[in-house]
């Protein structure tokens, strides 16, 4: 079965295919069966648009203020064939932060935000 790996952020997948040798063929008919080769995880292969909902997945810059798991809007891509793409994302306390596509995923259509889990400390 053929191995993908994400150029985008690193994540490696399994894909389900009936013939392996065919879909090698087909795919990359320069390389051989059973080699690892590119290709996009499911979470970098959707395209991400102002006014999507979206959630960090990771940042890497250790002192970055966004946390996995923090959902907001992208408010603007910023884009250039020469330099790549960058996404400003605003959070619900009206922050911007800027990343780059392994950073971000798309949130589920429909899911819901986290809630609180704080409890008032009363039995």
């Known amino acids: 079965m053929p191995y993908t790996k994400c150029p985008i952020c690193g994540a490696i997948a399994h894909l389900n295919v009936s013939d392996a040798r065919q879909w090698y063929a087909t795919h990359y008919p320069d ?8 290709g996009k995880c499911i979470a970098c292969s959707q395209e991400l648009q102002e006014g999507d909902t979206v959630v960090v997945r ?4 250790p002192e970055a203020i966004a946390k996995p798991g923090m959902r907001g809007t992208v408010t603007a891509v910023l884009s250039s064939p020469e330099h790549g793409t960058i996404y400003e994302v605003t959070f619900n306390d009206s922050t911007k932060h800027h990343f780059i596509r392994a950073e971000l995923r798309k949130a589920p259509v429909g899911s819901p935000k986290r809630k609180s889990t704080r409890t008032s400390g009363t039995a």
């Not at 390389?31 to 590119?38: I, K």
């Not at 990771?58 to 810059?61: D, E, K, R």
């Open 58 to 61: 990771q940042c890497f810059i």
């Open 31 to 38: 390389v051989p069966e059973g080699s690892l080769v590119p």
